[in-house]
Every structure is written in structure tokens, then in C-alpha cells.
């Protein structure tokens, strides 16, 4: 492997958690220019999404909600370069999700199985998806309460949900 090698995982590895970033913080117009035009996607038990257009429009009708708060994980990731304008990547995800307004926590552990193209604008997402090795669903704790999210009143409210 070189070092050019090396510096084109690290740009892989950067689009991933610029992903993961945009999606978190329901950046849908941001989140879009992590991907092709005719990208596809594949979420767990979700339908097959194909085209750019309808993996934003899928995750920003399922996730827009400011009371469905999120915090997604990857780690390990397993780049492979397949040629100079192609790779794929497998990536362990951990992650949370907080359903304020029906009181219960989704946590679990998935993998992504990627693949990406090198174009003009750099590195891009042609396929994304996962598959779930655990999902767990439990009520959150009656004094649990949050006091802050990115969303309240310039990201510094003090809002509390039961």
C-alpha cells in the first residue's frame, strides 16, 4: 500500500463521517452532496432507495423531527481500493436514538457496507446500507430528562422532556 493509498482511505474515511455528521445534525441539503446522483441505499428493514433524491427525501421524512434526537457511531473500518475511481468500505455502527415524544430509546449495533467513486468533487457515496446485528427498544427512565439539544433555542435551551 502506499502512501497515495493511505491518503485516499483517509478521504474515504472523512466523507463517512462527514455522513454521519450531516445526518445527526439533519443537514438533509449537506448530507445530499455526500452522494451520488444515482445512489442507492439500503437500511435495515427500510425498502431499497435508489437515487440521491429519494435517500434524502427517505431519511429527512423519517428522521427531521428536533424531538427524535440521534448519535450515530462507526468504527473499524475496512477500506478497500478496487481501482483509481472505485472502492468499498465496511464500517461497525453503534448507535442511539432518543424518541422524546414516545418516551423510548432505540440502541443498536450494525454494519455498513459501503461503496464509494472518486469523481471531480472527490471522493462520493454510490451505495450505503446496513445490516443489523442487534437493535434494542426500552422505555426511557421516568427522571430522565434532557436539558440541552442542538436544537433548543440556539443549541443552549433547557428543555425537558418526560
Known amino acids: 500500500m502506499t502512501s497515495d493509498d493511505l491518503a485516499e482511505i483517509h478521504r474515504i474515511h472523512q466523507l463517512k463521517y462527514r455522513y454521519l455528521r450531516y445526518l445527526d445534525l439533519k443537514e438533509w441539503d449537506e448530507l445530499g452532496g455526500c452522494f451520488v446522483a444515482e445512489a442507492t441505499a439500503s ?4 425498502p431499497e432507495l435508489d ?43 453503534d448507535d442511539r436514538v432518543l424518541v422524546l415524544d414516545a418516551g423510548i430509546e432505540i440502541a443498536g449495533a450494525a454494519f455498513y457496507q ?13 451505495h450505503t446500507g446496513y445490516r443489523r446485528v442487534f437493535e434494542e427498544v426500552r422505555p426511557l427512565p ?13 443549541g443552549m435551551g433547557d428543555q425537558s422532556h418526560k
Do not use: C, N
Not at 437500511?43 to 427500510?46: N, P, R
Not at 459501503?114 to 454510490?126: A, K, N, Q
Not at 421516568?142 to 440556539?154: F, H, M, P
Open 142 to 154: 421516568q427522571d430522565s430528562r434532557i436539558t440541552l439539544s442542538w436544537w433548543s433555542e440556539g
Open 114 to 126: 459501503d461503496e464509494y467513486v472518486r469523481t471531480s468533487d472527490g471522493w462520493l457515496i454510490s
Open 43 to 46: 437500511y435495515a428493514s427500510a
Open 51 to 93: 437515487g440521491r433524491e429519494a435517500i434524502i427525501g427517505f431519511l429527512r421524512d423519517a428522521m427531521s423531527s428536533t424531538t427524535l434526537l440521534t448519535s450515530h457511531k462507526v468504527h473499524h473500518p475496512e477500506i478497500t481500493l478496487l481501482e483509481s475511481e472505485r472502492a468499498s468500505g465496511i464500517w461497525a455502527l
